[in-house]
Protein backbone atom coordinates (compact mmCIF):
# COMPACT_ATOMS: atom_id res chain seq x y z
CA UNK A 1 0.00 0.00 0.00
CA UNK A 2 1.28 3.33 -1.28
CA UNK A 3 1.67 5.86 1.39
CA UNK A 4 0.63 9.58 0.80
CA UNK A 5 3.05 12.13 0.40
CA UNK A 6 2.81 15.27 2.68
CA UNK A 7 3.75 18.66 1.29
CA UNK A 8 7.19 18.84 4.21
CA UNK A 9 7.57 22.19 5.13
CA UNK A 10 11.22 23.13 4.44
CA UNK A 11 13.68 24.41 7.87
CA UNK A 12 15.25 27.63 7.46
CA UNK A 13 18.29 28.07 8.41
CA UNK A 14 17.61 28.89 12.22
CA UNK A 15 15.26 25.86 12.60
CA UNK A 16 12.10 27.47 12.10
CA UNK A 17 9.64 26.36 9.42
CA UNK A 18 9.73 28.33 5.69
CA UNK A 19 6.48 30.25 4.64
CA UNK A 20 5.13 32.50 2.07
CA UNK A 21 3.07 34.99 2.99
CA UNK A 22 -0.17 35.34 1.35
CA UNK A 23 -1.08 38.59 3.12
CA UNK A 24 0.34 41.55 4.97
CA UNK A 25 1.32 40.50 8.38
CA UNK A 26 2.62 43.58 10.79
CA UNK A 27 5.74 42.76 12.25
CA UNK A 28 6.77 39.91 10.09
CA UNK A 29 6.55 40.89 6.33
CA UNK A 30 4.91 41.74 3.44
CA UNK A 31 2.37 39.69 0.56
CA UNK A 32 4.76 37.38 -1.23
CA UNK A 33 8.03 37.52 1.51
CA UNK A 34 9.51 33.86 2.58
CA UNK A 35 9.68 33.88 5.74
CA UNK A 36 11.35 32.02 8.56
CA UNK A 37 8.82 31.60 11.94
CA UNK A 38 8.53 29.36 14.49
CA UNK A 39 6.55 26.01 13.93
CA UNK A 40 4.14 26.76 16.50
CA UNK A 41 3.17 30.30 14.76
CA UNK A 42 2.89 29.31 11.39
CA UNK A 43 1.19 25.91 12.02
CA UNK A 44 -1.44 27.36 14.94
CA UNK A 45 -2.04 30.61 13.34
CA UNK A 46 -0.64 31.66 9.93
CA UNK A 47 -1.33 28.64 8.16
CA UNK A 48 -4.88 28.18 9.65
CA UNK A 49 -5.91 32.10 9.47
CA UNK A 50 -4.86 31.68 5.26
CA UNK A 51 -1.84 34.39 6.28
CA UNK A 52 1.29 31.89 4.48
CA UNK A 53 0.92 29.52 2.42
CA UNK A 54 4.27 26.78 2.07
CA UNK A 55 6.41 27.90 -0.87
CA UNK A 56 5.98 25.33 -3.15
CA UNK A 57 6.21 26.31 -7.09
CA UNK A 58 2.56 26.29 -7.58
CA UNK A 59 1.77 28.44 -4.88
CA UNK A 60 4.48 30.91 -5.72
CA UNK A 61 2.80 31.09 -9.36
CA UNK A 62 -0.68 31.78 -8.07
CA UNK A 63 0.82 34.14 -5.28
CA UNK A 64 2.32 36.10 -8.28
CA UNK A 65 -1.22 35.79 -10.30
CA UNK A 66 -3.11 37.49 -7.35
CA UNK A 67 -0.16 40.40 -7.05
CA UNK A 68 -0.78 41.22 -10.01
CA UNK A 69 -4.75 41.28 -10.58
CA UNK A 70 -4.38 43.27 -6.90
CA UNK A 71 -2.18 45.89 -8.31
CA UNK A 72 -4.33 46.08 -11.58
CA UNK A 73 -7.51 46.74 -9.23
CA UNK A 74 -5.19 48.92 -7.18
CA UNK A 75 -4.18 51.59 -10.51
CA UNK A 76 -8.10 51.33 -11.84
CA UNK A 77 -9.09 52.66 -8.29
CA UNK A 78 -6.16 55.04 -8.25
CA UNK A 79 -7.62 56.55 -11.88
CA UNK A 80 -11.19 56.64 -10.30
CA UNK A 81 -10.14 58.88 -7.74
CA UNK A 82 -7.92 61.14 -9.93
CA UNK A 83 -11.33 61.43 -12.18
CA UNK A 84 -13.46 61.91 -9.26
CA UNK A 85 -10.97 65.12 -7.98
CA UNK A 86 -10.58 66.46 -11.29
CA UNK A 87 -14.78 66.45 -10.94
CA UNK A 88 -14.38 68.07 -7.48
CA UNK A 89 -12.64 70.82 -8.75
CA UNK A 90 -15.09 71.89 -11.35
CA UNK A 91 -17.97 72.32 -8.89
CA UNK A 92 -17.47 75.95 -8.38
CA UNK A 93 -18.99 75.54 -4.67
CA UNK A 94 -21.56 73.44 -2.36
CA UNK A 95 -24.17 75.12 -0.69
CA UNK A 96 -26.06 74.05 2.73
CA UNK A 97 -28.52 75.22 4.30
CA UNK A 98 -28.95 75.36 8.23
CA UNK A 99 -30.83 76.62 11.08
CA UNK A 100 -29.43 80.08 11.99
CA UNK A 101 -30.03 82.92 13.91
CA UNK A 102 -30.25 86.73 12.40
CA UNK A 103 -25.96 87.10 13.69
CA UNK A 104 -25.39 83.73 11.12
CA UNK A 105 -24.69 81.50 14.39
CA UNK A 106 -25.90 77.90 13.39
CA UNK A 107 -27.95 76.60 15.95
CA UNK A 108 -26.60 73.03 15.22
CA UNK A 109 -23.12 72.53 12.92
CA UNK A 110 -22.27 71.69 9.80
CA UNK A 111 -19.90 68.60 10.03
CA UNK A 112 -18.43 65.65 7.20
CA UNK A 113 -21.59 63.60 6.88
CA UNK A 114 -23.87 66.74 5.75
CA UNK A 115 -21.02 67.84 3.68
CA UNK A 116 -20.95 64.20 2.05
CA UNK A 117 -24.39 64.39 1.44
CA UNK A 118 -24.20 67.38 -0.58
CA UNK A 119 -21.35 66.01 -2.86
CA UNK A 120 -23.44 62.82 -3.29
CA UNK A 121 -26.39 65.06 -4.35
CA UNK A 122 -24.12 66.21 -6.90
CA UNK A 123 -23.08 62.49 -7.87
CA UNK A 124 -19.77 62.92 -6.21
CA UNK A 125 -19.40 59.61 -3.90
CA UNK A 126 -17.42 61.13 -1.22
CA UNK A 127 -17.70 58.94 2.31
CA UNK A 128 -18.03 61.16 5.31
CA UNK A 129 -14.43 59.58 6.53
CA UNK A 130 -13.07 61.39 3.78
CA UNK A 131 -13.66 64.96 4.52
CA UNK A 132 -11.30 66.36 6.82
CA UNK A 133 -12.45 69.09 9.04
CA UNK A 134 -10.27 70.56 11.88
CA UNK A 135 -13.72 71.33 13.84
CA UNK A 136 -17.38 71.89 13.39
CA UNK A 137 -18.61 74.32 11.25
CA UNK A 138 -20.87 76.71 13.74
CA UNK A 139 -21.05 79.95 11.30
CA UNK A 140 -22.98 80.78 7.94
CA UNK A 141 -19.81 81.28 5.91
CA UNK A 142 -17.83 80.08 3.31
CA UNK A 143 -15.54 77.54 3.64
CA UNK A 144 -12.66 75.18 2.04
CA UNK A 145 -12.47 71.96 3.06
CA UNK A 146 -9.87 69.44 2.24
CA UNK A 147 -11.17 65.82 0.93
CA UNK A 148 -8.63 63.04 1.23
CA UNK A 149 -10.38 60.43 -1.60
CA UNK A 150 -7.24 57.94 -0.45
CA UNK A 151 -4.04 56.34 -2.22
CA UNK A 152 -2.63 60.06 -1.56
CA UNK A 153 -5.21 61.68 -4.02
CA UNK A 154 -6.65 65.36 -1.96
CA UNK A 155 -9.02 67.53 -3.35
CA UNK A 156 -10.62 70.61 -2.18
CA UNK A 157 -13.83 72.04 -3.09
CA UNK A 158 -16.06 75.47 -1.05
CA UNK A 159 -18.59 75.05 1.04
CA UNK A 160 -21.32 77.67 1.34
CA UNK A 161 -23.40 77.69 4.49
CA UNK A 162 -26.24 79.56 4.64
CA UNK A 163 -29.43 80.26 6.66
CA UNK A 164 -32.31 78.04 6.56
CA UNK A 165 -35.34 79.78 4.29
CA UNK A 166 -38.11 80.56 7.04
CA UNK A 167 -41.51 79.50 5.92
CA UNK A 168 -43.21 83.35 6.12
CA UNK A 169 -47.12 82.04 6.79
CA UNK A 170 -46.55 81.31 10.25
Known sequence: MPTKQRNQVQK???GGMLL???EDVPHLGKQGDVVEVKSGYGRNYLLPNGLATVPTQHNLRLLERYKMRVEQMREARIADLKAMAEQIQRVPHITIEASANEEGHLYGSVGAPEISRALKGKNLKVEPEMVRLEGLIKECALYEV???LGHEINAKVKVMVVPQKQDEKK
Open 12 to 14: GKH
Open 146 to 148: ELH
Open 20 to 22: VLT
